[in-house]
């Protein structure tokens, strides 16, 4: 298969709620709009908020965003009241991640790669 671009799907209970969520607080660029529904970009992908939802999120479902420094993002995050499900730390597996949600409860874990982290060394050389 030949993925030439991807998009996540979003179908949150309050759309301009949510719109505002993600432009305003968590700052995502729009990709483009169109009627019913807004793309943002997210990194190499996209997050498309849309439509209308029932009761919320699974708890199997989460975003994954990776950030440039996860601490940094956390105040500013805190600062305009998002939800802070767990705290920023370094976990087992070596990234630096912290949890907090969306207006629906969606999940966002902010994720930052230590430098010293195996995702950043240069394999071509080993």
Do not use: C
């Not at 793309?39 to 498309?48: A, K």
């Amino acid at each position: 298969m030949e993925v030439l671009s991807s998009r996540l799907l979003l179908r949150p209970r309050d759309r301009e709620r949510s719109l505002r969520f993600y432009r305003d607080v968590l700052g995502l660029a729009i990709a483009r709009e169109f009627p019913g529904g807004t793309v943002f970009f997210l990194g190499q992908g996209f997050l498309e908020v849309s439509g209308r939802a029932g009761p919320g999120p699974s708890p199997d479902q989460v975003l994954w965003l990776q950030v440039r420094d996860v601490q940094v993002e956390f105040k500013r995050l805190r600062d305009q009241g998002v939800t802070v499900l767990a705290e920023p730390a370094r976990q087992p597996w070596g990234l630096d991640e912290g949890w907090v949600a969306d207006p629906d409860g969606m999940r966002i874990v902010l994720v930052e790669v230590p430098a010293d982290h195996p995702l950043r060394v240069d394999v071509r050389n080993l």
